[in-house]
DNA sequence: GTCTATAAGGTGATAGAC
DNA sequence: GTCTATCACCTTATAGAC
């Protein structure tokens, strides 16, 4: 940490702040704190707050949504392990940043400001996702299923569980974080055991 | 709104502004604002922003979790109706309260202090759905499945389309309400028996 | 580029009249 | 109970020395 740039010291101790307090809650003099240099210097690279959260809101982005089509355009040439396969990777790129998909959502709710541009210029392209559903749909390997749906349950029971740790953890186990670890774990084959059980067509 | 006396007004309108800004996004002046009084009378009634919050939190918990159960708890006597019942109001539910679970999310996972206890202070009892669960499994009607990853999965699916509404809005409809809020109502039906095909056995 | 000092405005909270 | 006026503090942002 000590051998980067002061720039990079910057934006490594704004993500921090930012993904963990949100805009509001987040403190230009934390930051620096954090990054072990003064108030003053943020607004020399950065020149407002307001700018600053900008760089680390697409940051979280990029961290996890075109990773999602990365994964998901996988090596595996089956169908099922591609679901595999991306499940594992997806829960576990989420739990290296558990915070990041609260942050994301939590900002596009309370800020009335163009943030979602960030999402729409990502220019996500799902047509491959939906043709590769849709040919094993008709190719009768899988049962009919609108793929949007197929896509958010896959994802749904990826993230949630993760980014509502707390709540899972205090009324599951009484707050055990041991437990509650072992249960994500075991939730990257078992999730995509329970799609594949759903989906395939014996 | 007006007929109501002051008390329950300041709580409408700081339920609306907590559950949209989050704790440190929310000013106490737009919280008088709303209610249409003098922000003087807040601390009046509630003595500090901090009070009034947990107030706030604690109705959001209230209109979540517990529902929960009292759901699953439901009339129907079949197993696959209960799940079919839960999901239709669940997701009903929150549609309703579409900002409650980031807003939950974001403060227990920004708020250093006690919210936790707010959850474990409701005591929720799952051990009469867990005892359900593995009745189904034991009298052969349901694959094995850990009680927990099934009831996460329920909720994961019924929640998180909600809660990350504007990233599922923009990515697959371009931020097209209309389509949106029919993929939701269709899943109403949907992902119960995605569910269902998962864990029944023929 | 980096610092100290300070400006300028906002925010929760209270005092005190009615 | 409800209001106006005001305090005390905090936060972002900038000026200016080095």
Redo the contacts with the bound molecule.
């Keep these: 940490m000590e051998d980067l740039?002061?720039?990079d010291k910057i934006v490594n101790a704004a993500e921090a702040e930012f993904i963990e307090r949100g805009y509001?809650g987040?403190?230009?003099?934390?930051i620096?704190d954090k990054a072990?240099?003064?108030?003053?210097?943020?607004?020399?690279?950065?020149?407002?707050?307001?700018?600053?959260f900008e760089v680390i809101f697409k940051l979280a982005i990029k961290m996890l949504i075109p990773k999602f089509i990365g994964i998901i355009t996988s090596p595996e040439t089956d169908f099922f392990d591609k679901i595999r396969y991306f499940v594992k990777e997806y829960i576990t790129v989420v739990m290296k940043n558990p915070h990041i998909p609260g942050f994301i959502i939590h900002e596009l709710n309370s800020n009335n400001s163009s943030l979602i541009n960030v999402i729409s210029d990502l220019n996500l392209n799902l047509s491959p996702v939906y043709k590769m559903i849709q040919e094993e749909i008709d190719e009768g390997r899988i049962k009919p299923i609108r793929p949007e749906n197929l896509i958010l349950n896959i994802v749904s029971m990826s993230i949630f569980p993760i980014e509502a740790s707390p709540i899972i953890k205090a009324i599951f186990f009484k707050g055990n974080q041991k437990q509650y670890l072992e249960l994500i774990e075991q939730r990257k084959e078992e999730v995509a055991e329970f799609i594949i059980n759903s989906i395939r067509i014996k």
Tied chains: 1, 2.
């Design positions: 740039n002061t720039e509001s987040a403190r230009m003099q934390a620096a072990g240099i003064n108030k003053a210097l943020l607004h020399y690279y950065f020149r407002s707050k307001e700018k600053l």
